[in-house]
């Protein structure tokens, strides 16, 4: 293959002809100047000359060049200046554009975007209960009441620190289904049916939760020892549950949804008895929601419980598919389902 590529130059070579018409990787070699001979040290160099790869057959133009130097000329001055944002190597060629609201002001999150925020949807029916019918069914929802009494043990009604520790628990199921439902599409080559993506989109906004309660209720340190123990066992007992019946574990985490919707039901009602502070909404929550600027503490738990309300019909419509001999990829999965 090197023989071919040296011959196709040199032919270009004695046809007068320039060698980016048979390298569409590379343009022709050029002098470095001082700074770029230092810096392309890291790289390859030959007697001060390196090639520079590019992704079409078109030399870089000058301009393009002199707005690359521009680029490192500025992040020079910042790392000069001592700015608290991070400087990194402009190498790889990765900038992140600036990201506005609707309104032209700067977006400020970097853990999610503009394009993945919404208007939840609090219509949904809050009182949807699937009745246990087989032993599955009975098996799955006495396991979540069993769950359920250490934690009313140990919060009783410090419905900030329960919700915490619920979300920690919650964003687990979504993401163990969607890495062992990816894996079986690996293995088997066959479409997931939409299902790995709404797993995976479900632990997401599950962790959101979390992110939105951590900015209201700062955990004590015994309370995160109790957050690693639960997520250990958890995760791995899930794991487990998840690859013996895909079923039984959707039913199980349907459940803990409607206990979810239970739970955050009574904080509502602390807050509008006075209990609870019905302080200002956090500014991630008021983003990722898309809440008005005015936004309270029970908005924010409102739009939770209805996201808590969307998983419960997902789980428990993803045991259903499996309880009637089906496989998920068979029933198209429902996206933006928060």
């Known amino acids: ?137 009975r098996f799955a929802y006495r396991t979540v009441k069993v769950l359920r009494m250490p934690t009313d043990i140990f919060f009783k009604r410090r419905y900030g620190c329960r919700a915490m520790m619920l979300e920690t628990v919650a964003a687990v199921p979504g993401i163990v289904g969607g890495i062992l439902l990816h894996l079986r599409s690996l293995r088997k080559f066959q479409q997931s049916g939409g299902w790995v993506k709404a797993l995976l989109e479900e632990a997401e906004n599950e962790r959101m939760h979390l992110m939105t309660m951590v900015e209201l209720v700062q955990p004590m340190w015994y309370e995160r020892l109790l957050v690693l123990v639960v997520q250990g066992v958890f995760f791995n007992a899930f794991f487990v549950l998840y690859l013996l019946s895909p079923k039984l574990a959707h039913r199980i985490v349907g459940y803990l949804e409607e206990e979810a919707i239970h739970s955050y ?34 908005d924010v738990i409102t739009v939770i419980r209805a996201d808590e309300a969307h998983h419960r019909d997902v789980n428990h419509y993803a045991s259903d598919i499996q309880f009637q001999g089906k496989e998920l990829r068979e029933a198209p999965a429902p996206f933006d389902y928060h």
């Not at 991070?86 to 032209?104: A, F, Q």
């Not at 009574?266 to 991630?284: F, H, M, R, T, W």
């Not at 929550?285 to 503490?297: G, V």
Request: hydrophobic share 35%.
């Open 1 to 137: 293959m090197n023989r071919i590529t040296v011959r196709s130059v040199v032919g270009g070579l004695r046809s007068g002809q320039n060698c980016n018409s048979y390298i569409s990787t590379a343009v022709p070699l050029r002098p470095l100047d001082g700074a770029e001979f230092l810096h392309s040290l890291k790289g390859d160099v030959s007697g001060g000359f390196y090639w520079t790869r590019m992704m079409s057959t078109v030399p870089q133009s000058a301009k393009t060049v002199e707005e690359r130097r521009e680029s490192k000329s500025s992040v020079s001055d910042d790392a000069k200046k001592g700015s608290d944002s991070v400087v990194v190597s402009d190498y790889w060629g990765i900038y992140r554009p600036k990201i506005t609201r609707e309104d032209v002001s700067e977006w400020t999150w970097n853990c999610f975007m503009p394009w993945d925020t919404y208007k939840p949807d609090l219509s949904i029916d809050l009182s949807k209960h699937h009745v246990p019918k087989t032993f599955m069914d």
């Open 265 to 298: 039901t009574e904080y509502l009602k602390d807050i509008d008895s006075g209990k609870i502070e019905n302080v200002q909404a956090p500014a991630i929550a008021i983003d990722y929601w898309r809440l008005p600027k005015d936004a309270t503490l029970r």
